[in-house]
């Protein structure tokens, strides 16, 4: 069947408003400089390009990101990263910091309040259409789709949904809709999640995803302001309120718009985030980072290429199932199942085994790591063993209910200052 959607008429008439506030205080120490959104993702991007790279795949070329906590690198990130846009053609990237509104002292008090304090800026553009995305998931999904399939259908407004098992379900939104695919019912991170009739053992899962009409957002937004207690979120407090109110709220199913398998992660957990990162090593991931025709655009690090040396007969590198980012050296060692971002230096004896090394790090002679997530700018002392014993891992480092390691510089007693290689034109970011 072919597509219904009409980018020249419906995207252009769209604004994307990305929330990318969030603390992500389950990422724990990953979070503790940067925000959620900017924590990198396999091997060279960020976890807020997917949303911007679906923005643009899908014809929506005016942005707004609304920024809060630790927001530095998000902002050094859109700003050097993002110059595909071009202003000169009417492309919008604007990066709306949190405003502490004079009558009010408080910062956004919830993702609806985000949208609400910012209307002023964001109606300036007269967009006759808004979708609202969340900064801080992993997936490919084509807008214009879900853009078209709101129109026909005449909704005041429209939810992105996806199917996840009853235990996830508790960490989402979660709908019940009718054959037409109306919404009928929606509960916010209930504690037993509602089945899907015919699928005892799935829910349909709010993804974070609307699309408004953009006069019913106002409308929607100045009631929550006055309602008394809400909590000024979409899903706990607008969602509901609208389907009570007898508004048309539409689901939208994730495989109608999807770009390859159907694939959308909430990387909201430590493990969460190192097992998305594992599936991209997959023959045939589900994700599929490396498809031309849908690419996920990011800033590249400038620098040369990957390098592995080779000393001798009992030298040479082994490696197997892995991404290996530019800048990186390795000499005469076995990196298996691993993501090594760029301008890493494996020095020579070394053996990982299931690694998540962020960019910057410096690993020492005669190290094994298993199962480990190193941050940014790590110095892993020669001869460390991570990943081997969890018990004496947990003396020093950081392991989840899963089992991976986690370690950042603090751990390690290291400043967070670092010399970048002299190739770099632009600092490469540590935060």
């Known amino acids: 069947m072919p597509s219904a959607r009409y980018v020249s008429r419906l995207t252009r008439q769209t604004q994307a408003l990305i929330l990318a506030g969030g603390r992500g205080t389950r990422l724990e120490m990953l979070t503790n400089w940067r925000a959620k959104p900017a924590v990198p993702f396999g091997g060279q991007f960020r976890i ?76 300036a553009y007269g967009h006759k259409y808004t979708i609202i995305l969340a900064g801080d998931h992993i997936y490919k999904m084509d807008y214009g789709e879900m853009l078209a399939e709101h129109v026909r259908s005449g909704a005041d407004m429209t939810v992105a949904c996806n199917t996840v098992g009853l235990d996830e379900a508790r960490s989402f939104g979660v709908m019940q809709v009718d054959d037409a695919n109306w919404i009928r019912g929606f509960s916010e991170k209930p504690d037993q999640p509602e089945p899907i009739p015919q699928d005892p053992e799935h829910a349909l899962a709010s993804m974070g995803i609307y699309v408004f009409n953009s006069d019913f957002l106002r409308a929607a937004l100045e009631a929550d302001a006055r309602a008394t207690g809400s909590s000024h979120d979409f899903g706990k407090d607008i969602i509901p309120r609208s389907i009570n109110s007898g508004h048309r709220i539409l689901a939208f199913p994730l495989e109608r718009a999807a770009q390859g398998q159907p694939y959308w992660r909430d990387v909201g957990t430590l493990d969460a985030l190192y097992e998305a990162n594992m599936e991209l090593l997959s023959d045939e991931p589900r994700l599929n980072v490396h498809a031309s025709e849908w690419p996920i655009f990011t800033y590249p690090v400038q620098g040369p290429p990957a390098k592995f040396t080779d000393h001798g007969p009992r030298g040479g590198c082994t490696i197997v199932d892995s991404i290996i980012g530019n800048g990186c050296i390795v000499s005469d060692s076995s990196v298996v199942r691993s993501l090594v971002f760029n301008d890493c230096r494996i020095h020579n004896d070394c053996e990982l ?14 190290s094994r790591l298993k199962n480990v997530l190193l941050d940014n700018g790590c110095i892993v002392p020669p001869g460390s063993i991570i990943g081997h014993d969890h018990a004496r891992d947990a003396e020093c480092f950081h392991v989840t209910e899963n089992g991976l390691v986690v370690v950042n510089r603090e751990m390690l007693g290291q400043e967070r200052r670092y010399q970048p290689p002299d190739y770099c034109h632009i600092p490469p970011q540590l935060d």
């Open 353 to 366: 085994e299931g690694a998540l090394i962020h960019a910057s790090c410096e690993i020492g002679q005669g």
């Open 48 to 123: 807020i390009d997917f949303a911007l790279s679906n923005c643009l795949h899908s014809g929506i070329r005016r942005i707004a990101v609304l920024t809060q906590y630790k927001s530095h690198s998000l902002i050094r990130h859109l700003m050097v990263g993002w110059k595909k846009l071009n202003t000169d053609h009417g492309d919008i990237l604007d990066i709306i910091p949190a405003q502490q509104w004079l009558e009010d002292e408080t910062w956004y008090q919830g993702t609806a309040d985000a949208v609400f304090q910012s209307l002023d800026i964001i109606e």
